[in-house]
């Protein structure tokens, strides 16, 4: 069984930063693309970024030059650093894997931007 952990989410101001955490475990043998989604309340779950194992990344426009998305093939686990946030970024953020043997959610964790 597949089991992503998310780690890293909270409250923090406009301007302020945080780092979300996703790390995967089980048999899912290899990691081919690794992202993070969001969804706001009221609002469909969007892209924010993406890292393909090859280190290839993808980001949506509202978050380009404030996130970086990075990984850790050994370890298993990627990072959301997000920077420079926004009242707009609040959202639940959820982890995703796209593995050899199928894809996989994280369960999701609270950012809050607010002053």
């Known amino acids: 069984q597949v089991q992503l952990v998310e780690s890293g989410g909270g409250l923090v101001q406009p301007g302020g930063s945080l780092r979300l955490s996703c790390a995967a475990s089980g048999s899912f043998f290899s990691m081919k693309i690794m992202g993070w989604y969001r969804q706001a309340p009221g609002k469909q779950r969007e892209l924010v970024a993406t890292v393909t194992a090859a280190g290839n990344t993808n980001y949506a426009d509202s978050v380009k030059g404030r996130f970086t998305i990075s990984r850790d093939n050994i370890k298993s686990t990627w990072a959301l650093q997000m920077d420079n946030l926004k009242p707009e970024d609040t959202a639940v953020y959820y982890c995703?894997?796209?593995?050899?043997?199928?894809?996989?959610w994280g369960q999701g964790t609270q950012v809050t931007v607010s002053s």
């Open positions: 995703y894997l796209v593995s050899r043997v199928g894809d996989y």
